[in-house]
């Protein structure tokens, strides 16, 4: 019957073909009432206290119109339901996307003050990337934001809307509730839809129930709400994922013009970069190979010591001590320049990067006129490779009166090349 076209008449006269000693139209119509009566009978869900919470998007949007007369945008309307007491939360977003699926999601656990078990939602990208014959693969930006609040994801079946009927209702309530008494509002921002949203959830989590004593947010108070998992100590840090990037062949991926190195085994294989606003993160087949402060300057590179081979460490430990030994040799104010390039860098790749072009400026504009402008720099605090290489272009230092460059000053304890080693 769930073919187009057929008829329940169509059935019995092809059956009757095949069994020609079969019964009547008319009970055969009886039979088959009685087979759809007992086909349609659902179980009666019953859900604990912080068991779990339904999550949905409404069907609705609400128009968010532009003060200046540009387009109007369409905000998207985020309902989550906890399954004993039907507490309610109404949230409005810019998106269905994962970012900010996860944010209402954060926003939720704030208000409830606590985290079910497991999170209940439906087959959205933001919350399932694929469904496999033998597993479901979880988003992993909504898996690590879960896992952060020690719960779960349990997506429903997909077309399976009975697996999800507290979120299914609470959707249509949430409409009939709130979005319908908002109808005719002109709304100029989120932020101002969010605060009416606010008070219509309030309204609807304090009205009566119509069959049992009290309301949603007595039930909440008096017994779910102690049975929530306590939140964690500190907030969710929203993330954003790149996949499948190339581990170049010096062991180092690339993200937004800047460089962070993996383990040299996983030269010129493929990683996952999960990266939020201080931190990244790198993924080798789901297993965490790396970790790094996220690099300010384009162009740079972060390097973890134990990711290079023995041999790359023996040569850059080398190279610092040779480089310092040259700017001995040249002048007090190179020196000093020398020394701050390795030394006050978080990462001493940087450093010697740095030092080993300055050595290269000197031998272009020969030695003596480079001693001169580190002495007009240092005074200055001017110690940019870029810096530098400007004064020496441009004969900045030149342009000024200065008869007898600044006097080399030793502050605090300097460092020989035997800090770096013993010199080769």
Same mark, same amino acid.
């Given at each position: ?7 329940? *008449? ?14 009547? =139209? ?7 009432? &009685? ?15 912080? *068991? ?13 119109? @532009? ?13 989550? !339901? $906890?399954? =004993? ?14 970012? +900010?699926?996860?944010?209402?999601? /954060?926003? #939720? ?24 014959? +033998?597993?479901? !693969? ?6 690590? #934001? ?11 079946? &997909? ?11 609470? &959707?249509?309530? /949430?409409?009939?509730?709130? %979005? ?31 069959? %049992?004593?009290? #309301?949603?947010? @007595? ?18 840090? $929203? ?9 170049? @062949? ?21 990683? +996952? %970069?999960?990266?939020?606003?201080? !931190? ?13 402060? %996220?690099?300010?300057?384009?162009? @740079? ?15 850059? +430990? ?5 480089? $310092? ?54 005074? $200055? ?28 000053? !030793? ?7 035997? =800090? ?5």
């Amino acid at each position: 019957m769930r073919r187009p076209d057929a008829t329940l *008449e169509r059935l019995w006269r092809e059956w009757r073909e095949t069994t020609p000693e079969g019964v009547g =139209y008319s009970q055969f119509a009886m039979l088959y009432r &009685v087979w759809t009566k007992n086909q349609h009978v659902v179980m009666r869900r019953t859900h604990r206290p912080g *068991e779990k919470l339904f999550v949905d998007f409404a069907g609705r949007t609400v128009e968010i119109r @532009d003060q200046n007369g540009g387009p109007s945008t369409f905000a998207q309307i985020f309902v989550a !339901v $906890l399954g =004993y007491s039907n507490y309610t939360y109404i949230e409005a977003t810019a998106s269905q996307t994962t970012k +900010d699926w996860l944010k209402c999601h /954060a926003n #939720c656990f704030e208000v409830l003050g606590g985290v079910p078990e497991w999170v209940v939602s439906d087959n959205l990208k933001a919350a399932v990337w694929r469904r496999e014959r +033998d597993r479901t !693969v979880i988003n992993p930006a909504y898996r690590d #934001c879960l896992s952060h609040y020690d719960t779960a994801p349990l997506p429903t079946g &997909v077309r399976k809307p009975k697996h999800k009927a507290k979120a299914e209702v609470g &959707v249509q309530i /949430a409409q009939r509730w709130a %979005l319908f008494s908002l109808r005719d509002r002109i709304f100029f921002s989120l932020a101002e839809l969010n605060a009416e949203l606010r008070i219509k959830a309030e309204e609807m989590n304090r009205h009566p129930f119509k069959r %049992l004593p009290g #309301c949603r947010l @007595d039930r909440f108070l008096e017994t779910e709400k102690a049975s929530l998992k306590p939140l964690p100590g500190t907030a969710f840090e $929203l993330s954003d994922w790149r996949y499948s990037v190339r581990v170049q @062949d010096d062991y180092h991926v690339e993200h937004q013009r800047r460089f962070y190195s993996v383990p040299h085994t996983l030269a010129r294989e493929g990683v +996952d %970069l999960r990266f939020t606003a201080t !931190v990244i993160e790198i993924f080798h087949r789901g297993r965490r190979v790396a970790l790094h402060p %996220l690099i300010e300057t384009q162009g @740079d590179a972060r390097t973890i010591p134990e990711h290079r081979p023995v041999i790359h460490n023996r040569v850059l +430990d080398a190279e610092p001590r040779a480089l $310092l030994a040259w700017a001995m040799n040249v002048g007090g104010n190179v020196e000093l320049m020398i020394r701050h390039q390795l030394e006050n860098r978080s990462d001493i790749t940087n450093g010697v990067k740095a030092a080993r072009r300055m050595r290269d400026l000197a031998r272009d504009y020969g030695e003596v006129r480079f001693e001169e402008v580190c002495a007009y720099a240092m005074p $200055l605090n001017i110690t940019s490779l870029r810096s530098i290489t400007s004064i020496l272009k441009e004969d900045a230092d030149k342009r000024f009166s200065i008869t007898q460059a600044p006097k080399v000053k !030793v502050i605090g304890e300097l460092r020989g090349p035997s =800090y770096f080693g013993e010199s080769a």
